[in-house]
């Protein structure tokens, strides 16, 4: 029952935060079916560890200093749900449909930062640093990541599987096994690096699913 409040919650949230044609349900369709659309909030799953995607407001002690990103173990936590929004100045509206290819945003909803990567190393293994920045009205192409779909499909759905390669640096999305002691114990390094791994691929899990909107 906390989990179908806590999704009200959220989708009330979107509904009041976005645009003016805000749908007025989410998406209850299989995931078989389930296209990702911008609006939508969700989890994105490591495929290889099953870590999800996470932030909090814990800077890193070394390189940028920003807030940092770790993948995270448990499936209930509320700091690892990140919204898709579009990049800056693109005529996409909110329930659009996202193609293999496309420039897009991560919003982590709880501290409205954009996930983020740039030059600075990475705390365990020296690769590139993956942090959240900004804010509402701070963005900048330092949080652009192109979808890249693996396999076949041409449109991002719930089942894929993809790669996030970051605009400015080249590093697609990563992470691995080794954890944090310090500042984020239990919780594995998310970083950035140049070349297709099988470490470097990610699945949309847990999440608000915005309907796609009908073309008018």
């Given at each position: ?22 749908p007025s349900s989410a998406s209850a369709a299989s995931p078989e079916t389930v296209e990702i659309t911008y609006g939508t909030v969700l989890k994105l ?126 590093g697609y999305l990563h992470s691995h096994p080794k954890k944090y002691q310090r500042i984020a114990g239990g919780q594995q390094e998310v970083c950035g ?24």
């Amino acid at each position: 029952m906390a989990m179908v409040f806590f999704a009200l919650a959220v989708f009330l949230f979107l509904g009041l935060n976005l645009d003016e044609s805000s749908p007025s349900s989410a998406s209850a369709a299989s995931p078989e079916t389930v296209e990702i659309t911008y609006g939508t909030v969700l989890k994105l799953m490591h495929e290889k560890t099953k870590f999800r995607l996470h932030s909090h407001e814990v800077p890193y002690g070394s390189g940028s200093g920003q807030q940092s990103v770790t993948g995270f173990p448990d499936v209930d936590d509320a700091n690892s749900y990140w919204i898709v929004k579009p990049i800056l100045g693109a005529s996409a509206k909110q329930g659009d449909t996202i193609k293999s290819g496309t420039i897009i945003r991560l919003q982590h909803m709880r501290t409205r930062k954009w996930l983020h990567s740039h030059l600075h190393a990475s705390p365990i293994s020296g690769n590139l640093e993956i942090s959240c920045f900004g804010g509402e009205e701070e963005s900048d192409t330092g949080d652009y990541w192109r979808v890249m779909i693996e396999g076949s499909g041409k449109t991002w759905r719930q089942d894929q599987r993809i790669r996030l390669q970051h605009v400015d640096t080249g590093g697609y999305l990563h992470s691995h096994p080794k954890k944090y002691q310090r500042i984020a114990g239990g919780q594995q390094e998310v970083c950035g690096v140049r070349e297709k791994r099988a470490d470097n691929v990610w699945l949309a899990a847990e999440g608000v699913y915005l309907p796609v909107t009908e073309s008018k």
